[in-house]
């Protein structure tokens, strides 16, 4: 894209997200004055429906739906317009902005905003997780259960993050499940276990530091042991893990049986305790706007 391209612009804007104090909406206005480029601004709901936003966007037609929120609204947003011809853009407002982060997209207003008329746009693959769509991380045990605490928590950002961690990092079980790895079937006892389509959280931990978003496969991480080493080697030092506390799998297909009720999340969104997870690759399905 150039800036001299006129485009259509549908910002889908979560007031509820993050903790910071800009104002998304004036910052969008405010850029897009001098320009020609059609923009219209929807604002989501508490008990938003996707069939509404579905249609709103239909009516609109636009080049680029913006989701201005953070990893989960970017869901949302994508779950509208997968395997269609409109551009995915992001304003990262959220708490930790993974996604975000992960592509490179800068959190300053103005700059985030420039990435929209003057990006290029990137096909990526996404995973359809228990028939949902995952685009970032999806994780059973531990750090779901960090999600369902951080969620009830008055403070959020980073902190809060670190607070739910304190409160529930020795009151989760191992899990005992068995997986299926394409052919492949393993029994494996776990603290959590990643799905992941990304390589990092939004904390900045790298948790898949082989993964890609634009080839055919996604990576199961399991974490038999919490480890302070392991902890290290995610944030600060990118040593290969320990084989015998960290594992890393990779395929198109999975599908995980615990033995008991494990916690869920998908890409931020804490969805409650199940027994078992379906995994598959949905390749090239989404078109991201990207830094060149």
């Known amino acids: 894209m150039t800036q001299s391209e006129n485009l259509k612009l549908f910002f889908i804007i979560n007031l509820g997200s993050g903790n910071n104090t800009t104002d998304w909406s004036k910052e969008i206005k405010n850029y897009f004055v001098n320009y020609n ?9 508490q008990h938003c429906n996707i069939e509404t936003i579905k249609e709103k966007i239909k009516l609109f037609l636009p080049d680029i739906a913006v989701a201005v929120g953070g990893d ?3 869901k949302l947003v994508a779950e509208c317009i997968l395997k269609t011809k409109i ?7 959220g708490s930790a902005n993974g996604l975000a982060k992960e592509l490179g997209i800068s959190n300053v207003p103005v700059q985030a905003l420039n990435l929209l008329v003057a990006g ?4 990526i693959h996404t995973v359809q997780i228990n028939g949902q769509l995952c685009i970032h991380l999806s994780d059973v045990g531990l750090n779901a259960y960090v ?3 951080f969620e009830n928590q008055p403070v959020r950002g980073m902190w809060g993050y670190f607070m739910a961690s304190l409160k529930v ?13 394409g052919q492949t079937k393993i029994k494996i006892k776990a603290k959590m276990i990643v799905i992941a389509n ?6 900045g931990a790298i948790i898949n530091p082989i993964g890609k978003l634009d080839d055919e496969l996604f990576e199961v991480i399991v974490i038999k042991k919490i480890s302070i080493l392991e902890m290290f080697k995610m944030i600060v030092s990118h040593e290969p893990y320990d084989s015998e506390k960290t594992e890393i799998f990779q395929t198109n297909e999975l599908f995980i049986k615990s033995y008991r009720k494990v916690h869920f999340q998908i890409d931020g969104e804490y969805l409650g305790k199940v027994k078992e997870i379906k995994a598959t690759i949905m390749p090239d399905c989404l078109e991201v706007i990207v830094p060149n």
């Not at 990092?169 to 790895?181: D, F, S, T």
């Not at 990304?198 to 904390?203: E, I, L, R, S, V």
């Open 198 to 203: 990304a390589t990092k959280y939004g904390t």
């Open 72 to 74: 989960g609204t970017i």
């Open 87 to 93: 551009k995915l853009g992001i304003l990262p407002a």
């Open 120 to 123: 290029h746009s990137q096909k």
């Open 37 to 45: 480029h059609d923009i219209e601004l929807y604002y989501l709901t």
């Open 147 to 149: 999600v369902k605490e």
């Open 169 to 181: 990092l020795w009151q989760n079980p191992l899990m005992v499940v068995q997986m299926k790895i």
